[in-house]
């Protein structure tokens, strides 16, 4: 999941350059071998001061001296900044702007006993002179607390002519527990290039006692917690304040933030000592760990690492004798989003105890996440970003957590303490910093590796990091070709019980990612952004089945004296760091979310499945049948010519005997549609897509509902900017579904879509196994979609009532039919009657049963189309028992009569080659339709490509022609005679 490359090595790029440059003379003295350099210090533009003890290179001989030097790594050089007299310990360092004073802290060890517990060390603070090197002041100030100083820098490029220098430098000065104090120093310039201190330096008190700070050098910023004491309060909560620095002299520093921790913070006043890195950006006691950390967007974030407890919960006998190599405990941290006014809890669970008492977190930004890394033991990804609600963590299974910062695996806990943050300029938003390894002298970049990431979606990886990480890739990362290699792992297994929750995280996500490219910020925090409840706790798992970690959040809320300050105009001019708008964002989501008490609610689109479920009318039904007639009644026994051949359900022809009237006419006016070869051509719009009213129907309360939903809490926008809003919305719910269906089709080695020569395949062709694979992955698609209430793309229920015709076993298909999982397009009954001959009785079966699921009028126009004899002396049937009703229970809502006058007739005039003649009680039959209903004209209002009203023409004669073919069928022409009437 990391991929940490080295980016600066201390032996390479420092000191191997350092021994090169000392002279013959001095290597005679001292080789090189014995030359050590370590870091003392970094400045803004990511300048490193180092320390080293060596012979004068200006004497060339005599008793070692300490120098200072200077690596500026954007010009790959280094200069010797300063040189002083003795042997000292420096532990820190740091250098004003134009490279005129610096100023140091010494370390010395204690000459008395100290207690137990507590360093034995003393430290010294120092200011110097270095251009030229003239005078040493000391600050007069020793403690055996930890001592930090650092030169403010302004927010222009370093300017090292001292020509043009600034006639003062600020010096900040930590006295850990006691103060933090600015000095102001006066400078003046002898010559043309000395620079000397002109006069005592002003001291101006920022801060009593504090407990922890941290100086982000990047932007000048100081962040520092301190305890307010209260009477008669025992548990006193923490304070963080946040100072910000400018360039003016009147008024140097502005207070910007005051926030209440809801953290406690231990204390047990015993001293534990420092972490040995001369270059730590964070003044604590080594026992208290926690990072400010600030990303783009207002996003500010407090890390905090509880001290280790051991676990509460009751023991038995045996495991009281365990031993501490054998207990185990949680690592536990918490992570205050001040942006979403969230606290969240994470853990590692069950990690051995001597490994976790030593182990420090390492917390840095990475793509809109908090990296909380442990290296080997703990890698978790916290999703903090502005843009949606804390959720969706990522914690990485042990076995795929690298150790690269630590070079040794013996004693990889006490290896961590080593570790601290290291400036160098980001290259991507993947980077999450540096870090700097203080035993090895060496820097790694971390970044993510997208190579790994398609493996964390293999099998044995718990739902919820897959559910992570398609989130990571989807909404933070947006990488189409890391998106395309996903799919495959994915995809996979389309019988997997995770699948259609993956696949409904894949929609909601990739159409959020899409449509907030297109709006303001502000109206994207009001779509979906992901399938799964944000507030919910997470739990991960192992591959082997062990909890690994646990994520939990709640609410915070800021106390009476808590504040975020906005700066005026006059502030950010004046300002050192270069993004002027932070707190103004930070401000601005803190205020509106005291206000509203919690985030606006995003738009649900689960909601619309009641709504949709009430609009749907019985006749869109798939499960209503509009013919009930048994499939073969007279042919099944023919020697009983007593069987009656009428329906099983007569109430059932009412509904239909209107509609029968439509489809009953002469074959030369049929409509014929042509049927369409391309399986999968269908997903692109084209004219003969038919329109899915139900689908219609959903976008349509899409649209209303999404934008009366930002109306609410968006009241100032106009409805036409609400309604485009919507409309895209909807128009990139389509667009995704139908790039997940084509990533399916690529996922199972389909042919192109769009290359119609490889897509001709009859329904009755077995599918391959790739067919099979692509049916079960549009089934868990089309699941995941109702679920979401999503619209389906135009063309979805041909491609998958096909795949499901020639995929699925007959009573199958017939059952999916049934509960409404696959339809029956009018394009798949076009295929139907053109691929299945009725050679066979399975085959007829089948277009019967498939028949008698469609609507009602669709039904009767394609039975009309079926050249088959069931479908002949079904419409013959119906039209007989509507014509021959009585007058009184006629129904003719459903007609309009071209015109009122009827045909006066008592004959039909019969053919010449007709045999009703010689056939007397078909003769009499004919004679009583004509009578009872002479030919008329009928507008049918329902077509099967188009809504224009048709004329069809009504003949009586079909009748005579369909009872005389079946009786010929079922008897012959000589057998007439035994038909009993």
């Avoid at 609410?712 to 139908?738: G, H, R, W």
């Avoid at 189309?865 to 479908?871: Q, T, Y």
Wanted: aromatic share 8%; glycine share 4%; with cysteine.
């Amino acid at each position: 999941m990391l991929e940490l490359t080295c980016c600066f090595d201390l032996e390479k790029d420092i000191a191997q350059v350092v021994r090169s440059q000392r002279d013959p003379a001095v290597r005679k003295v001292k080789p090189d071998e014995s030359i050590t350099i370590k870091i003392v210090g970094q400045e803004r533009y990511d300048e490193l001061l180092y320390v080293w003890n060596d012979i004068s290179p200006i004497t060339k001989e005599g008793p070692e001296v300490t120098l200072i030097g200077l690596y500026e790594p954007a010009k790959q050089k280094l200069s010797i900044l300063f040189i002083h007299e003795l042997v000292l310990d420096v532990i820190n360092c740091s250098v004003n702007q134009e490279l005129t004073m610096i100023a140091y802290v010494v370390r010395n060890n204690l000459t008395i006993p100290c207690p137990k517990g507590s360093e034995s060390y003393v430290y010294r603070a120092y200011l110097a002179e270095i251009q030229p090197q003239h005078r040493i002041f000391d600050l007069n100030v020793e403690r055996s607390t930890l001592l930090r100083v650092q030169f403010l820098w302004n927010r222009r490029s370093a300017d090292r002519d001292t020509s043009s220098a600034s006639r003062d430098s600020r010096l900040l000065f930590f006295l850990h527990k006691e103060s933090i104090g600015l000095y102001q120093l006066s400078l003046a310039r002898m010559g043309d290039k000395r620079v000397v201190m002109s006069g005592p330096p002003e001291t101006t008190s920022l801060m009593k006692k504090f407990i922890w700070a941290q100086w982000d050098a990047s932007n000048q910023r100081l962040f520092v917690v301190f305890i307010k004491a209260k009477q008669g309060d025992d548990r006193i909560p923490p304070v963080l304040r946040c100072l910000e620095f400018k360039s003016s002299i009147s008024s140097p520093y502005a207070k910007t933030m005051d926030l209440t921790l809801p953290f406690p913070i231990y204390l047990d006043g015993t001293q534990e000592g420092y972490c040995d890195i001369g270059m730590n950006r964070v003044i604590s006691d080594k026992a208290l760990n926690m990072e400010v950390i600030l990303q783009s967007g207002g996003s500010l974030c407090i890390c905090y690492q509880h001290p280790v407890k051991k676990h509460t919960h009751f023991q038995s006998h045996q495991d009281t004798h365990k031993s501490h190599s054998e207990e185990t405990v949680d690592i536990s941290y918490s992570v205050l989003a001040v942006h979403h006014m969230k606290v969240l809890y994470g853990s590692a669970l069950q990690v051995p105890w001597d490994r976790a008492v030593n182990t420090k977190l390492y917390f840095s930004s990475m793509a809109g996440y908090i990296l909380v890394y442990a290296p080997g033991l703990l890698l978790h990804l916290l999703n903090v970003s502005p843009d949606v609600e804390p959720c969706l963590h990522i914690a990485i299974p042990q076995a795929d957590i690298p150790t690269t910062p630590i070079t040794s695996d013996k004693d990889i806990g006490a290896q961590s303490q080593n570790l601290t943050h290291f400036s160098r300029e980001r290259t991507a938003s993947l980077s999450g910093g540096c870090i700097f390894n203080g035993s090895s002298g060496r820097a790694y970049r971390v970044n993510l590796n997208k190579e790994r990431i398609p493996h964390f979606l293999d099998d044995g990886m718990s739902q919820s990091l897959k559910i992570a990480i398609i989130h990571l890739v989807l909404v933070h990362l947006r990488d189409q070709t890391l998106l395309k290699k996903i799919m495959e792992p994915i995809l996979a297994k389309p019988t997997s019980l995770e699948l259609k929750e993956m696949i409904a995280e894949i929609l909601v996500g990739s159409t959020f990612s899409t449509i907030r490219r297109q709006i303001e910020r502000d109206e994207a925090l009001l779509l979906p952004f992901t399938n799964t409840d944000p507030g919910r706790s997470q739990f991960v798992e192992a591959p082997d089945g062990e909890r690994l970690a646990s994520f939990k959040s709640s609410t915070f809320k800021m106390g009476a004296q808590d504040s975020i300050t906005k700066r005026d105009m006059k502030d950010r001019r004046m300002s050192v760091d270069g993004s002027s708008n932070f707190w103004e964002m930070l401000d601005q989501r803190v205020r509106s979310l005291v206000v509203m008490g919690k985030p606006h609610p995003r738009f649900n689109t689960k909601s619309l499945r009641i709504g949709l479920h009430e609009k749907k009318e019985p006749s869109q039904s798939n499960r209503s049948r509009a013919v009930t007639e048994p499939i073969f009644p007279a042919p099944a026994k023919p020697k009983s010519p007593g069987l009656s051949s009428s329906p099983s359900s007569p109430s059932l022809f009412k509904k239909v005997a209107a509609s029968a009237r439509k489809v009953m006419s002469s074959r030369n006016s049929k409509k014929h549609i042509k049927a369409r070869e391309e399986d999968f051509r269908i997903l692109e719009e084209t004219s003969h897509s038919a329109p899915d009213d139900i689908q219609e129907q959903l976008m349509e309360m899409t649209m209303d509902s999404l934008s009366n939903h930002m109306k609410v809490f968006m009241p100032s926008a106009s409805n036409d900017k609400l309604l485009n809003i919507a409309s895209e919305y909807v128009t990139c719910q389509l667009q995704q579904s139908k790039s997940l269906i084509m990533a399916m089709m690529n996922a199972t080695g389909f042919p192109n879509p769009r290359n119609r020569h490889n897509l001709k395949v009859s329904l009755l062709t077995a599918p391959p196994e790739q067919g099979r694979e692509m049916f079960q992955l549009v089934e868990q698609y089309f699941m995941a979609v109702q679920q979401l209430s999503y619209p389906l793309p135009p063309g979805f229920y041909t491609l998958f009532t096909i795949a499901g015709f020639r995929c699925l076993d007959r009573l199958m298909f017939l059952q999916y039919l049934d509960y409404g999982v696959l339809l029956t397009t009018e394009e798949f009954v076009s295929r139907l009657l053109k691929d299945v001959p009725d050679d066979s009785k399975e085959n007829v079966e089948i277009k019967y049963e498939i028949i008698t699921r469609l609507p009602r009028h669709t039904a009767l126009q394609v039975l009309e189309r079926w050249d088959h004899p069931i479908s002949t002396r079904f419409l013959a049937q119906q039209y007989v028992a509507d014509t021959l009703k009585d007058d009184t229970g006629r129904d003719y809502s459903s007609l309009n009569y071209a015109g009122q006058q009827r045909r006066e007739s008592s004959e039909i005039e019969e053919d010449e080659d007709s045999i009703a003649g010689s056939f007397p009680p078909l003769s009499t039959l004919m004679k009583l339709l004509e009578s009872k209903d002479p030919h008329v004209i009928i507008r049918s209002n329902k077509g099967l490509q188009d809504d224009a009203p048709q004329n069809v023409n009504i003949e009586p004669r079909f009748v005579e022609k369909v009872a005389l073919q079946n009786t010929v069928r079922d008897y012959g022409r000589e057998n007439l005679k035994d038909i009993s009437f």
